[in-house]
């Protein structure tokens, strides 16, 4: 952390767990394990490709080494009654962590929070039934904490994307498609045609 001098560490903590190189098969069994964490181990290698043998021995290692820290329901929230989500930015007073950190974890509602470089020190998700339950938590619970000094909310609309985890395999960039100098380009509604195109129907045929 930039901006604490007590807030977060700057470097991971030793577990002691052994370290595994990932490589595509790896990867591979990560992206099918997102889709479906309960899949078993035959129908994960019969999707990666490789023997049922070596599948068990990759999803132990990938275990065993922390690559999967551990194994969850996805709920929907709306469907659970929590129908609002908010982004509560908050300042916090900067020798007062420890306290922030502990009156956080009492909140229930708190989904999801980080310690953040930029004009806030740390941003709240929560998760609430209604506006009226976000704006108590925030006039209320948060304000009542002695460790914040200003806070910043903003409801969310609607979550486009919300995906259990992401790999470095999903940043690889598609190859792109050649296209012939005379094709048209569409964007939108709009027709654009290459320069080369166009000036050819644009001559005169005297």
Not at 11 to 39: F, S
Request: proline share 5%; with cysteine; net charge positive.
């Amino acid at each position: 952390m930039v901006k604490s001098s007590d807030g977060a560490p700057s470097e991971a903590p030793d577990t002691g767990r052994m370290h595994t190189e990932l490589d595509a098969i790896h990867l591979k069994m990560l992206e099918v394990l997102r889709q479906d964490g309960r899949i078993s181990i035959a129908a994960l290698a019969q999707q990666v490709g490789i023997s049922r043998a070596n599948a068990y021995m990759r999803f132990e290692a990938l275990r065993t080494s922390g690559v999967i820290s551990r194994f969850t329901a996805q709920v929907d929230p709306v469907r659970t009654g929590l129908g609002i989500c908010a982004l509560i930015f908050v300042t916090v007073r900067q020798q007062m962590w420890p306290q922030f950190r502990a009156q956080l974890a009492s909140m229930p509602e708190v989904e999801y929070c980080a310690i953040t470089t930029g004009q806030h020190d740390a941003m709240i998700q929560v998760r609430a039934t209604d506006v009226a339950a976000v704006h108590r938590l925030v006039s209320e619970r948060l304000a009542g904490i002695p460790a914040v000094k200003a806070t910043e909310t903003v409801l969310i609309l609607d979550e486009v994307i919300r995906r259990p985890y992401v790999l470095t395999s999903d940043s690889a960039p598609a190859p792109a498609k050649a296209r012939p100098a005379s094709e048209s380009v569409a964007h939108g509604r709009m027709r654009f045609i290459r320069a080369d195109a166009g000036r050819a129907a644009m001559r005169d045929p005297g």
